[in-house]
C-alpha cells in the first residue's frame, strides 16, 4: 500500500470515529439535555400527543387527557378548573406547565424511569406510551369549603386559605383567588392560548401567583403565637402578667407602640393568656423586646421561616423574620416584630404549619400535597411518608399553647370559630400593610384542641366590599376557618 493510499484510509478511520463519537454522544450522553430544550419541537409534539395521566383528588380527577380529534390526539383539560388550578397548574402546548404538572411531568407523561418496564412493553406491543396518574393529599369538600368562602367575600376580594394534617403535613385544602382557568391555557387553538395568556399576565390581581405558598405577607397578630412560644419555652407560665397597659415607650426613642383602639388591654398588668385572648399588642411588643431579635428569629426558624423547602411537591416562597440583608434590629423594631409587623413576613401555608406544630405536640411536620404516584395499571410506584420537619417547642409548652388558644375562641377574639360540642384553638390577626390599602386579615386554628385532625389558616388580602375599620381576623377569616374545620371533621 503506497504512502497516498495510508493516509487516506487513516482520514477515513479517523472520520468515522468522530461520527460515531458524535452519534454516541448525541444519542446517550447529551439526549437528556436535547430533549427537554424547550425548543425541540419533536419531542415536545411526540409528549403532547400522548395520553397523559391524570391528577386524581379522592380518585375522581382533576386534570386528565381526553381524546381531541385533531393531529395531538389528546388534549388536556381540567374539570374543576378554579377550585384547583393553583395546585394542578396547567399544561401548555405553548407555555410548558408549572405546579404539579411540572414537578409530576415525568409521571404523568410516562417518562419517568419507574415506568421503564410500561415503556418497553409499550415498544414491543407498537402502542404509544401513556402516563402514570397522581394521587393528591386534598379533601374535596375542605378545599370546596375554602374556596366557596373566599370567592363569597364582599366584592372582587383576593385572599387564600390552607388546611393541614397536623399529625402527616398532608394538605388537604390549599385555595388561592382569585384563580383562573387553566383550560384556555391547554386549549389546541394557540390564538387563544396566546390571548389568555396575556390577558393572565396583564391582570393586576395575579391569578397565575399562588397566595397560598408563593407570596409572603405581614401575619400580623397570628405571629403572637411564635412570640407565646418563645416565651413560654423561656420561663414564662399562661399565667405570668406582662404588660397590659395602653402603651409601650423606648428608651431614646420618640416612637410609642400602642394597642389596637388605643386603649389598656384592661389592667396595667395581665396574664399570658388573657394577652393572647385579647391581642394586647403592648403585651407582646414588651415581650418581644425582652426576649430579643435571636430568640424571636430562632423560634420562628424553628416552625419553618426562612426554609426554602417546607412544602415538597411545591415551590414556595421563604417565609422571613426579618428582611434578607437587614441591620440588627433596634428596640421598637425587636417589638414590632413581636407582634407580626415590621419586616416579618409569611405565606398562609407557613402560618398553617404554626398552628399544625402546636396541634402536634409541638413538632412541625413537612407538608406535602401527593399523597402517591401510580402506573398506567394503577399499582402503586410511591407513597408519601411523613416527614418531621422541626420540633418548634417541647409538648409541654404545645400544650399550654394550645390551651390559650381555646381561651382565644371563648373568651377572646375568635369566636367565630366556635363550633357546637367541639373545643377548638385559634388566633386571630390584622396585619397593616401600608396607609393607603386596608389591613390584611389574618386567622389560624386546630380541632379539636385535645386530638387535633386539621389545622387552618387563612388569609383575606384585599377585602373590597368591606369597609376599613370593618377588616378583622375575626370577622372576615374566621368563618372561613369554621367552614374548613367543620368539612374536615364531617369526614
Known amino acids: 500500500m503506497n504512502r497516498p493510499i495510508r493516509v487516506m484510509a487513516i482520514g477515513c478511520l479517523l472520520m468515522f470515529l468522530a461520527l460515531l463519537l458524535n452519534a454516541n454522544y448525541v444519542q446517550f450522553i447529551h439526549a437528556d439535555e436535547l430533549n427537554a430544550r424547550t425548543d425541540n419541537r ?128 398532608a394538605v388537604l385544602a390549599m385555595v388561592s383567588v382569585p384563580g383562573y382557568d387553566p383550560n384556555r391555557l391547554a386549549s389546541h387553538d394557540f390564538d387563544d392560548v396566546k390571548q389568555a395568556w396575556e390577558e393572565l399576565n396583564s391582570n393586576p390581581a395575579q391569578p397565575l401567583r399562588d397566595r397560598s405558598r408563593e407570596e409572603i405577607y405581614p401575619p400580623g397578630s397570628t405571629f403572637k403565637l411564635v412570640t407565646a412560644a418563645a416565651a413560654l419555652s ?37 396574664t399570658l393568656t388573657q394577652a393572647l385572648a385579647i391581642s394586647c399588642n403592648v403585651a407582646f411588643g414588651d415581650i418581644g423586646r425582652q426576649l430579643g431579635e435571636g430568640t424571636l428569629r430562632d423560634q420562628a426558624e424553628a416552625f419553618g421561616f426562612g426554609d426554602s423547602n417546607v412544602i415538597r411537591d411545591l415551590p414556595s416562597a421563604i417565609s422571613q423574620f426579618t428582611a434578607p440583608g437587614a441591620d440588627d434590629l433596634n428596640e421598637p423594631e425587636t417589638a414590632q416584630s413581636g407582634i407580626g409587623q415590621f419586616d416579618v413576613a409569611a405565606s398562609p401555608l407557613q402560618m398553617a404549619m404554626v398552628a399544625a406544630g402546636i396541634a402536634n405536640d409541638g413538632t412541625v411536620m413537612r407538608p406535602y400535597i401527593v399523597s402517591e404516584v401510580r402506573s398506567p395499571e394503577v399499582e402503586v410506584l410511591e407513597e408519601t411518608t411523613p416527614e418531621a420537619l422541626h420540633e418548634a417547642v417541647p409538648p409541654d409548652v404545645a400544650a399550654e399553647l394550645t390551651q390559650m388558644m381555646v381561651a382565644v375562641v371563648t373568651d377572646g377574639t375568635a369566636s367565630s370559630v366556635a363550633i357546637p360540642g367541639v373545643a377548638v384553638a385559634a388566633k386571630t390577626g390584622t396585619a397593616q400593610s401600608s396607609a393607603q390599602r386596608k389591613p390584611y386579615a389574618w386567622f389560624v386554628s386546630f380541632a379539636p384542641a385535645e386530638r387535633p385532625a386539621v389545622a387552618v389558616a387563612v388569609f383575606v388580602q384585599d377585602a373590597t366590599g368591606v369597609a376599613r375599620d370593618d377588616v378583622s381576623g375575626g370577622g372576615l377569616a374566621g368563618p372561613i376557618a369554621k367552614a374548613i374545620t367543620e368539612a374536615v371533621l364531617s369526614r
Not at 402578667?241 to 420618640?254: C, D, E
Request: net charge negative; with cysteine.
Open 42 to 169: 419533536r419531542v415536545l409534539n411526540d409528549e403532547y400527543s400522548r395520553e397523559r395521566g391524570a391528577i386524581l383528588v379522592a380518585n375522581t380527577p382533576v386534570a386528565k387527557s381526553v381524546p381531541s380529534g385533531d393531529s395531538f390526539e389528546y388534549l388536556r383539560t381540567y374539570p374543576s378548573p378554579e377550585l384547583y388550578a393553583n395546585i394542578t397548574g396547567y399544561y401548555s402546548y405553548l407555555y410548558g406547565a408549572r405546579d404539579i404538572e411540572q414537578v409530576e411531568n415525568g409521571i404523568l407523561s410516562g417518562s419517568d424511569p419507574q415506568l421503564f418496564v410500561d415503556r418497553v412493553i409499550d415498544l414491543v406491543g407498537s402502542e404509544p406510551p401513556t402516563g402514570g396518574d397522581v394521587q393528591l393529599t386534598i379533601d374535596p369538600r375542605a378545599q370546596r369549603a375554602a374556596y366557596e368562602g373566599l370567592t363569597a367575600l364582599a366584592g372582587n376580594s383576593t385572599g387564600a386559605a390552607v388546611a393541614l394534617d397536623p399529625e402527616t403535613g
Open 234 to 270: 423561656r420561663g414564662y407560665a399562661p399565667d405570668t402578667l406582662v404588660n397590659g397597659s395602653a402603651a409601650l415607650s423606648f428608651r431614646g426613642f420618640s416612637y410609642q407602640l400602642r394597642n389596637s383602639g388605643g386603649g389598656s388591654c384592661g389592667a396595667d398588668k395581665i
